[in-house]
């Protein structure tokens, strides 16, 4: 079979798998048969292929994120059932017994509940769920390592795991106005006992993430959101929409918007192929000819490599049998006017654009702090990242001097207004802000990425 019936016969098979959500039952079924481990693995996806299909979402937020109040609405919205580790462990308190007193200490004095008495009262609750075969939402549940560590070793896993995320200084705020009710109103040092309480929580939530890293994503707390919207981005979250049809993806923004980190996510993430433009530069500055000198000349002042170079590079990379048969994400390309007319030659039709932008001042803070390691050429985006011995030999790459970076953000000012001036590509567009963090942004753009699908 030729490379063009293969493409073809591939789309074709895509299109089905897709359509009837193949890839989402094998991902489900893989997922328990790891989980459960069962003796007859056989039987056990013919029973599993029977049973209602059921989800699970985790969701965890600062005190004070309204986060029981948005748990009751989505639930109520998905019809899924809502479960509240804090109306649980009320419950609890209501028992009078030798458990709800130890519970209470904890809370009188505005510090956790032991995570063995968290993590009994979570499964008993969640294990009649579990045998009822029921989709539910858990609310504020786990809180730290341990908990999560206890559910995954009960084989519970969500589908997805929602994280309200807020500033430092907004989570501390919170804790206060909570030190604020009964029956915490009587205690002292509140400014103190916030603060730690915020700290601790922090230091969870950055473990609990490395728990879930494959589950989680993460919302702005502090903005509102339409229930349809967060709705939605649960059940993309739910149900496997990855684009596995061939994408021809463009990421451009300024330097330092995180236009790269975005770029490389979506390649790890959907299996397209990354392809750099940078790289491609710095692939031929490193054969050491006469092109390549003058490449890596045009780069260290901030200039842009010329486009007969730079399109004979992409043309050649696009054109490989990987980029055709899995997509590729373009990284930094185009840049100008001419590169914008030139993806008509390069016969690139993009499926999705996005842009990433950010304020001059954000931008230019960022690339002041960042620097390089001339060895490794690894880029650190503050001298505090590098180990002690790299530190020393740590330089600001020429291209990222400032009036070399006022130069490169005159040129993205430019070719963000004629890209907002072409029609031709505004179905395409997707615009997402560099201000945010790297996390939100990433999340956004696979959002929109599947929802497209």
Request: proline share 4%.
């Amino acid at each position: 079979m030729d490379q063009a019936n293969k493409l073809q016969y591939q789309q074709q098979v895509e299109k089905y798998l897709e359509g009837n959500k193949v890839y989402s039952i094998f991902e489900d079924l893989l997922k328990a048969l790891i989980i459960k481990k069962p003796d007859d693995p056989i039987q056990f996806l013919i029973n599993k292929l029977q049973e209602p299909e059921t989800k699970k979402i985790f969701i965890i937020g600062p005190p004070g994120s309204k986060l029981l109040e948005l748990s009751l609405t989505l639930a109520e919205y998905m019809n899924f059932h809502c479960v509240s580790i804090g109306d649980l462990i009320e419950k609890e308190l209501s028992k009078k017994s030798e458990l709800s007193q130890q519970i209470q200490d904890s809370i009188d004095k505005f510090q956790y509940v032991s995570d063995d008495i968290v993590i009994n009262i979570a499964l008993n609750q969640i294990q009649h769920l579990e045998n009822d075969k029921k989709s539910y939402i858990f609310e504020g549940f786990p809180k730290t390592r341990v908990q999560g560590l206890a559910f995954q070793k009960e084989g519970i896993i969500p589908d997805a795991f929602l994280i309200l995320e807020m500033s430092e200084e907004k989570i501390y705020q919170c804790c206060l106005k909570k030190l604020d009710t009964e029956p915490f109103s009587k205690l002292d040092k509140k400014e103190e006992l916030a603060r730690n309480h915020s700290l601790e929580y922090q230091l969870n939530l950055k473990q609990i993430k490395e728990i879930y890293k494959n589950q989680y994503f993460s919302v702005d707390g502090e903005k509102n959101y339409e229930l349809e919207d967060m709705a939605q981005r649960l059940k993309y979250k739910l149900y496997n929409n990855a684009p596995t049809r061939a994408g021809r993806i463009l990421v451009i923004g300024p330097p330092g918007s995180g236009r790269s980190t975005l770029a490389k996510h979506l390649c790890s993430r959907y299996g397209f192929v990354y392809i750099s433009t940078r790289e491609l530069i710095s692939n031929l500055v490193n054969k050491k000819g006469t092109t390549g000198k003058e490449a890596f000349e045009k780069v260290n002042k901030g200039d842009l490599v010329e486009d007969r170079i730079i399109n004979a590079l992409i043309k050649e990379r696009i054109n490989q049998t990987d980029c055709q048969l899995q997509g590729y994400v373009l990284d930094g390309y185009p840049k100008t006017e001419q590169q914008l007319e030139s993806l008509n030659e390069l016969n690139i039709q993009p499926t999705l654009i996005v842009i990433i932008d950010a304020a001059d001042d954000i931008i230019l803070k960022r690339l002041i702090q960042r620097r390089t390691d001339p060895i490794s050429g690894r880029i650190y985006n503050s001298i505090d990242e590098a180990d002690k011995e790299v530190k020393s030999r740590l330089i600001i790459a020429p291209n990222e001097k400032r009036d070399v970076v006022q130069l490169r953000l005159k040129r993205w000012e430019d070719l963000k207004q004629l890209i907002d001036g072409t029609p031709k590509y505004s179905s395409v567009i997707f615009k997402a802000s560099g201000d945010a963090s790297l996390n939100n942004i990433i999340e956004s753009v696979c959002y929109h990425l599947e929802k497209m699908n």
